[in-house]
């Protein structure tokens, strides 16, 4: 098998959720001694942006990018150690969570699952997270991106509560802000405070990719 | 029920949904209604009878038995398992369920738990409004209960994928809990139910047309059936775009479909569409409107909706979810003032 066609058949395992094949198809391309990043991005990454595409366009739902999604991760925790030991870094570290007074996680796993499949370390503190938890867990994971969601509109003022606090710890200027969820537009992203907005997961590791790269630049 | 069953009543009914206890409490203290003291066993719903008597309702929504158990922590159990822990707001989170494979199912046994006392708030509230009050309770659908005993949406959503015997399983349980259910309901003398199970986020249903037909489909036809044996009209509920199931819950035989979420569903297209084989119950916006609008704003979107949906009859005002602690009193008592207003069938 060539190392094209390896790649071509982990990228359709990752669409069709079948972590199993990832799994085999991971280690096989690293016994024929496929560089790390290359399998991450041509291979998993690949797959999962294919699935995206046709989560986006509604040809397939929640079920089939919730098993590509886990089907991604299964592959990059093989990967994980290769990435390291090729000296390639994280893209960021990404503290993620629901807003308080909000207990869904669909969404916000999705964009969990996403981010570290595409090469992000990411911290998901779940829940209802109070904005004390966020700044605190900030300030000890040295994040780089701090991502919120909130799927009520009642709780969207969370977001600005969350800068607020980011501001008082000094924090603020070294995290970018990224917020989601159904009530969320770019507007309300910009009224409450936040640096980035995405509308769904797949948009989510672009912006993350993008308020990264403004990050290096100054 | 007139308008439950296609027919143009005198004129609009309304009939709101859910009213939560802070926010029952929040409409007493507007409309200055003496609130029970706790030593009354049935003090919710004592105000809940009053409330529909002093703002002229039609009907009144009944909630399902819930029984939370403490079990230490701010956390809660229910009575089949599942644990929850109390959110900042009070709100239940589910942390987790009794069901993680077929094995746990065995001899897992959910219809039992329906005894006649969970009706005992069905009668006390027959007693205070009389036998000919209509009364519909809200009852969680097997798709709802199936997520929760699995601890989680997003686990039932992957179960879809990679263990239909188990999504089988827990829908057979689950539908034989609701059949009691339903027997229940109709004993204690309700008129309808509300089978309520969220199946659509705003953009898009949750799952394919393909896994409702597979896995939803055939156990609310079930229901249907057994509801429509005794008497009982069925609404569903579920929030968000439901476009793409209108066909299906229509075949399902639904009498009511609940509650036309305006953000993702235009009712007046809505009604163009179905009006004529669903009768439509809801869509007054209560995650803006109702939380930040004037009483003049409420009054016009009443108006509105009322002028699109309710032509021909098959319309029932009521909000777009339900009544919570963001809502404006008097918003919602401008609600229902519009809805009274305009609501008159002039033939």
């Not at chain 1, 992203?189 to 797949?202: I, K, M, S």
């Not at chain 2, 044996?229 to 066909?247: C, K, Q, T």
């Not at chain 2, 609008?293 to 409420?298: K, R, Y």
């Not at chain 2, 909000?319 to 069938?345: C, D, L, T, W």
Request: charge should be negative; proline fraction near 5%.
């Amino acid at each position: 098998m060539t190392d094209a066609n390896r790649l071509t058949l982990m990228a359709s395992a990752v669409e069709a959720g079948d972590d199993e094949t990832v799994v085999l198809l991971v280690r096989e391309a690293l016994a024929h001694g496929m560089p790390a990043a290359r399998i991450l991005n041509e291979g998993l990454v690949a797959g999962m942006e294919s699935i995206g595409e046709s989560f986006g366009a509604g040809d397939v739902f929640l079920p089939e990018i919730l098993v590509s999604a886990e089907a991604l991760n299964a592959g990059v925790a093989v990967l994980e150690p290769h990435l390291l030991a090729d000296g390639i870094a994280a893209k960021g570290r990404v503290v993620i969570g629901t807003v308080a007074g909000d207990v869904h996680s669909i969404g916000k796993n999705l964009v969990a699952l996403l981010l570290r499949g595409n090469g992000f370390e990411v911290h998901d503190l779940g829940v209802d997270v109070s904005e004390a938890e966020f700044v605190a867990a900030v300030r000890d994971n040295a994040a780089d991106i701090l991502a919120l969601s909130s799927l009520l509109s009642a709780t969207t003022s969370q977001f600005a509560a969350v800068v607020d606090g980011l501001e008082r710890a000094g924090l603020r200027a070294r995290v970018g802000v990224l917020v989601g969820g159904a009530p969320v537009t770019p507007v309300l992203a910009l009224d409450q405070g936040a640096d980035g907005y995405a509308e769904d997961c797949v948009a989510a590791v672009a912006a993350a990719a993008r308020l990264m790269a403004a990050r290096e630049e100054t | 029920m007139a308008a439950l069953r296609g027919e143009q009543p005198d004129r609009v009914p309304i009939v709101e949904t859910t009213v939560d206890l802070p926010s029952l409490l929040n409409l007493a203290a507007t409309l200055r209604l003496p609130t029970p003291g706790p030593e009354d066993g049935f003090a919710e719903q004592r105000l809940a009878c009053r409330l529909v008597l002093e703002l002229g309702f039609d009907g009144i929504m009944i909630a399902e038995p819930l029984e939370l158990e403490e079990i230490g922590q701010d956390r809660v159990r229910d009575r089949f398992g599942s644990v929850y822990r109390k959110s900042l707001h009070g709100d239940a989170l589910l942390l987790d369920g009794p069901i993680a494979s077929l094995a746990d199912l065995e001899g897992f046994d959910m219809k039992s738990s329906v005894s006649p006392d969970d009706f005992d708030a069905v009668r006390f509230m027959r007693d205070c409004l009389g036998p000919a009050y209509p009364m519909i309770m809200w009852l969680t659908a097997p798709f709802k209960l199936s997520w929760r005993l699995r601890g989680g949406m997003q686990n039932l959503l992957v179960d879809f994928v990679k263990r239909p015997e188990l999504v089988h399983a827990l829908a057979r349980t689950t539908t034989d809990l609701l059949l009691a259910m339903v027997e229940g309901a109709a004993a204690a003398g309700l008129d309808a139910i509300i089978l309520a199970g969220d199946i659509a986020g705003e953009q898009a249903p949750l799952f394919s047309l393909r896994h409702f037909r597979e896995y939803v489909r055939p156990y609310y036809e079930e229901i249907r059936a057994a509801a429509r044996a005794r008497g009982l009209a069925v609404i569903y509920h579920s929030d968000g775009n439901v476009w793409p199931f209108m066909e299906e819950l229509i075949d399902i035989g639904f009498e009511g479909f609940n509650p036309i979420q305006p953000q993702c569903m235009d009712i007046a297209e809505v009604k163009k569409k179905f009006g004529s084989r669903l009768c439509l119950v809801g869509n007054i916006d209560c995650r803006d409107l109702l939380c930040f609008g004037t009483e003049e704003e409420v009054d016009r979107v009443v108006r509105e909706t009322v002028a699109s949906a309710a032509p021909g009859g098959g319309y029932i005002l009521s909000s777009s979810n339900s009544i919570h602690p963001g809502v404006r009193p008097e918003n919602f008592i401008a609600m229902v003032k519009a809805g009274q207003k305009y609501g008159a069938y002039s033939s």
